[in-house]
């Protein structure tokens, strides 16, 4: 493991991912939608749990060139953990790759970590899929998520929790203040920027809250990324179709 990696909290804020100006069209948006639903957690609607204004703007076909958008924006992100923390790749699976004298060769953090730009965002697409994303509002001095929560979560209608790898936060603004990204055991709280994304492991050890807003309203675009299904992630490509 790398001096870098060592000792790490494994929580990374990349700032500018995302235009100030694209950010300010997107709250514009969706206050326009129309569609905006309470926000819900994997056991419902609980405003004591969380207190918010949600548009799944995945479920929406208006909006699919947002949802690339800001699908493009966290694979850049995501690139760059993958380089720093290498064994969130190499770690659950056995990675290979074919050598010029036709071998196949096992690849190490060297060997990821020397990718292109373009190979690793192939080896990134493979593994790991994105989630549905969450346009989200948290009212002034009233809004938050203040319960502590983890991403990895059983669901009834849904296996997609079981196979979320990292959560990821965009915020949209900051003309707030505190409403922060509170991580428990990291001790460290996240303070919004606009256009900076945020990616953190999903399970319990990074488990966090939304903490309130004050004297303005919040928003964020949020989501995961996941493993890729099993039944895809080792299928065999000289099978029929």
């Given at each position: ?28 948006a ?25 548009l ?38 056995v ?122 309203n ?12 099993a ?11």
């Amino acid at each position: 493991m790398s001096a870098q990696a060592a000792g790490a909290d494994f929580v990374e804020v990349y700032e500018g991912a995302l235009d100030a100006g694209v950010c300010g069209q997107l709250i514009d948006a969706f206050e326009a939608s129309g569609k905006l639903a309470r926000g819900a957690t994997a056991g419902g609607v609980n405003t004591q749990l969380k207190d918010s204004w949600d548009l799944n703007i995945s479920a929406h076909a208006e909006w699919s060139q947002v949802v690339t958008l800001l699908n493009t924006a966290m694979l850049r992100g995501l690139m760059a953990y993958v380089r720093k923390y290498t064994y969130l790749a190499l770690a659950p699976t056995v990675l290979y790759r074919k050598r010029a004298d036709g071998q196949t060769a096992m690849l190490g953090v060297d060997d990821v970590r020397a990718m292109s730009d373009a190979e690793l965002q192939r080896l990134v697409t493979q593994l790991f899929r994105p989630g549905g994303i969450n346009l989200q509002r948290y009212f002034a001095d009233e809004g938050g998520y203040p319960y502590w929560h983890s991403e990895i979560s059983p669901k009834v209608d849904s296996d997609d929790n079981l196979h979320r790898v990292l959560l990821w936060t965009i915020y949209l603004n900051d003309a707030f203040d505190e409403g922060e990204t509170e991580f428990l055991y990291q001790q460290r709280r996240i303070v919004p920027r606009t256009g900076s994304l945020l990616l953190a492991p999903a399970g319990f050890t990074h488990t966090h809250r939304g903490n309130k807003p004050k004297n303005g309203n919040k928003y964020i675009a949020t989501s995961w990324v996941l493993f890729q299904r099993a039944a895809q992630l080792y299928a065999d490509p000289t099978a029929p179709r």
